[in-house]
């Protein structure tokens, strides 16, 4: 092997997200959670996600209780501000707005008040939950949004110390009607290793049906563009996914 031969092995290839148009987890409007921050940082994003090969952006701001009290009024209103931003930058890309809930006890009122949801697709609703504990009501809300006839989407479940301890409680929520989204940068590491062992134990189980960014700033997407060049990136593309049907 000559010493060319070797550097062309090591280089890396272009960051390629194959079939995977539309991105389902993001945090791109401007200033209402930890996300971006202003409308230039969130049209730099969505440009390069553009360049990527992302058609559609679902973007997805927190609604926790106490610490992001969004609304839909406050995150379509945000919504409106980037699309106008889009289509002054000339940008093509598609965007739409939902919301990540945090699971709590003001998520059940919300359910039990029969709250419309802010949802995506065919009713889908994101949700995520404390990375240290199970809520006592994981199960109840998965049962009570079922029931109500929507479709829950668990967020990062491989961020979860509780359900990387619990293999019981994997198996039980696997029977579920849950949809399991991976967040693509867990492949990088950037969480930690325990959470990259964890999210490639799950795509060998074949467990994920969506891919999210979960991209909150610009280091997300050099992040994203180093989960391309991983092992379990083809791996996690292989399997079958819903990203595209929504
Ligand atoms: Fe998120």
């Known amino acids: 092997m000559s010493i060319f031969s070797f550097l062309k092995n090591t280089k890396t290839s272009a960051p390629d997200i194959g079939h995977l148009k539309t991105d389902v987890h993001s945090h791109l409007i401007p200033g209402i ?27 997805t701001p927190h609604t926790m209780s106490g610490s992001y009290d969004n609304t839909p009024e406050i995150i379509n209103a945000g919504l409106d501000k980037v699309r106008k931003g889009i289509t002054s930058e000339g940008l093509n890309i598609k965007l739409e707005a939902a919301t990540e809930y945090f699971l709590d006890e003001t998520f059940m009122e919300r359910l039990e008040k029969d709250e419309q949801l802010m949802t995506f697709g065919q009713n889908h609703v994101l949700v995520e939950t404390s990375f240290i504990s199970p809520p006592p009501q994981l199960k109840e809300a998965s049962f009570q949004l079922t029931m109500k006839g929507y479709k829950m989407i668990f967020a990062h479940p491989e961020r979860y110390i509780y359900l990387l301890e619990d293999k019981l409680l994997l198996e039980e929520l696997i029977d579920r009607d849950i949809i399991f989204q991976l967040n693509a940068v867990s492949l990088t590491g950037c969480y930690s290793k325990p959470v990259k062992k964890f999210a490639e134990r799950l795509i060998d189980m074949k467990i994920p049906r969506l891919v999210g960014t979960d991209c909150h700033n610009m280091g997300h997407i050099n992040l994203l563009k180093e989960a391309t060049q991983t092992k379990y990136w083809k791996k996690l593309l292989d399997l079958d996914l819903l990203n595209n049907s929504l």
């Open 33 to 59: 959670d930890d996300g971006v921050q202003s409308l230039e940082e969130s049209l730099d994003i969505l440009r390069e996600m553009e360049a990527l090969g992302y058609e559609k952006v679902i973007t």
